[in-house]
């Protein structure tokens, strides 16, 4: 099978400076001690959405603003917008209020002409809200567009991670994800889960993907699910049991299909062993 490492891809030099400024103005006005998130959230938002355009409190108190433009102006303020987690019962409301501006920003960027999939700018954008977003988030952290969380702040994220399109990140129970991680495209990692006989009990279970694991298109894991160091969950599974270092798992609900070809041989002992456990029982 062919390597294939990513190409360098250069941007034009005017564009590069463009970004460069903008990022680094952002990142310094962001990590400034007492500094306003939800005022900086509508600013950006509203040169983003609205550029050229200078005085926001003007055109919100101008009569002559229509209706459905003042309504989406003042959409553009955390402050006048609810999110789904806002309502759950178990919501540290101190924490969310904090991380609720980076949230609505991460998201309306994305939806954004300059989000979109603008894989340079966006990455290095998304990097700069998940270090204060995240409970942890380590260096070279790579995601792109349409990644939704539940909370942000019960997320740990090590070195290296990678988290593809319209993937979900529930981390109201906490998540943790090891370095090197990869998540592929509309993947579901969960850490909460409902009762099947009253939906509104709510059990919080924590979620580790151990280094070096990989979640595959379409996959599943479920709250409360450990996948082992160099795991792998195949395409469409759901991972609904703890997955053993170096195995792949695949199907509904997911087992063990193979070992990887350069797992330690501990962790084909360990499939002996699950095996032979299986037959005595």
Not at 28 to 35: L, N, P, T, Y
Not at 109 to 126: E, I, K, T
């Amino acid at each position: 099978m062919a390597y294939l490492p990513l190409r360098t891809v250069a941007l034009p030099d005017s564009a590069v400076r463009v970004y460069e400024d903008w990022l680094e103005t952002l990142t310094s006005q962001f990590a400034e001690a007492g500094a306003d998130w939800n005022r900086l959230t509508r600013d950006t938002l509203f040169g983003l959405y609205f550029p050229g355009l200078r005085d926001y409190d003007a055109l919100i108190a101008d009569p002559g603003t229509p209706a459905p433009a003042r309504a989406t102006l003042l959409s553009l303020d955390p402050r006048n917008v609810t999110l789904e987690p806002e309502y759950y019962a178990d919501v540290n409301r101190e924490k969310f209020a904090r991380v609720k501006p980076l949230l609505w920003l991460w998201y309306s960027f994305d939806r954004s002409a300059l989000g979109g999939q603008n894989v340079d700018v966006a990455v290095r954008f998304r990097r700069m809200l998940a270090a204060h977003l995240f409970a942890r988030c380590g260096r070279n952290f790579k995601c792109f567009q349409f990644t939704e969380f539940s909370y942000g702040y019960n997320l740990e994220v090590g070195d290296d991670v990678v988290v593809h399109r319209h993937v979900l990140l529930d981390d109201r129970g906490g998540i943790t994800l090891g370095d090197r991680v990869s998540i592929s495209d509309y993947a579901n990692i969960y850490s909460h889960t409902h009762s099947i006989v009253e939906q509104r009990e709510v059990t919080n279970a924590a979620t580790v993907l151990e280094d070096d694991v990989r979640i595959t298109y379409h996959a599943t894991v479920l709250a409360g699910v450990r996948v082992g160091r160099n795991g792998m969950v195949g395409a469409n599974a759901v991972a609904t049991k703890d997955v053993r270092p170096y195995h792949v798992n695949v199907g509904i609900p997911a087992k063990s299909i193979r070992v990887k070809p350069n797992a330690p041989p501990e962790s084909y002992i360990a499939e002996r062993v699950s095996r032979h456990q299986v037959k005595e029982s």
